[in-house]
């Protein structure tokens, strides 16, 4: 084998292996190829592309080299809807006499084209995302507008009656609950149904209690929101900052976590103790973060070793249909649908994994009933 054969050889090898891992040869490809955006590939000026379309996300490779007389090929290399062709650097004397060819060998040495076929080995085009209707689109955005505008005027309320919710009632704040519950309300009543079974497990406003439930939407505060209870939620330290929102969450007495501070998380576990001690009622959400396919995940002990210590009970609570309507990621939606809440029976406990362990099964079997 020549030496211009083995060089070409194991070209063709390192395009094979750039092709699998686009990383590995970079001096041809400027950018990553496996996006969800088109990518710019630099080829080099030897190479003739031509593209085609990609039957499957899980594209072939089959790797033919032979020589070829006169020097036209000397190695192909094919993948499904893309074919490379390697030109030898072989002297010619009749290449030149077409003026076209003379003028395509003074192009540049590299030459960037824009290609179609960026993501098509990704896995995420393996799973499109279904088509966001118009209508989701609008009534998302009908829903922000009506939210938005009965928060302006709701907030001029709740700074009104801060001064007097601090000297009577600094600790449950009732009354911004009462005031939430109606932003709530206004909010969530002309876009879907609400429907609510066991109010009757629900303690009384004097009975301070752990809440729990599933999280699988933007839309669960809204709904927990319109049980009217004086609750505490956590929240992270980065939503107070918001305009309208944050200030009403500061004044309702809203607990702040930063997720990543072990320091923060240990205050937070604090402030809802002495929330409890003082008669006020607290409300977890387990999982810790919204769940993206609906299902429901590990539950963690804090909230119920905070129960455990005040010896408080602990009121599991399930939530149905939020995460079809403004699913995780797609808060600028929403689409038709009902949501259901279910109250459960308070469970008492002094041990904290027992009650973590039969809050979470009530939840997940009243989901499997549900689903």
Partial sequence: MSKSHACLIRDSAMDVASARSIASHPPYFGKPICSSQSSLIRISRDKVCSFGRISNAMASFNTSLHAVPNGKYMGETTRTGVQWRYHSLRWDPYRFHDKKSHRLSELARTITVRSDLSGAATPESSYPEPEIKLSSRLRGICFCVVAGISAI?????MIIGHPFVLLFDRYRRKFHHFIAK???????YPFYKLSIEGLENLPSSDTPAVYVSNHQSFLDIYTLLSLGK???????????????????MFMMGVVPLKRMDP???????????????????????????????????????????????????????????????????????????NVRVIIHKPIYGSKADVLCNEARSKIAESMDLLS
């Fill in 153 to 157: 005027f709701l907030i001029v309320l």
């Fill in 182 to 188: 109606i932003w709530a309300s206004i909010s969530i």
């Fill in 230 to 248: 004086s609750f505490k939620f956590i929240s992270k330290t980065g939503i107070f900052v918001i305009p309208i929102i944050g200030w009403a």
């Fill in 263 to 337: 320091r923060s998380q240990l205050d937070c576990l604090k402030r809802c103790m002495e929330l409890l001690k003082k008669g006020a009622s607290v409300f977890f959400f387990p999982e810790g973060t919204r769940s993206k396919d609906g299902r429901l995940g590990p539950f963690k002990k804090g909230a119920f070793t905070v129960a455990v210590k005040t010896g408080v009970p602990v009121v599991p609570i399930t939530l149905m249909g939020t995460g079809k309507i403004m699913p995780t990621g797609s808060e600028g939606i929403l689409n038709h649908g």
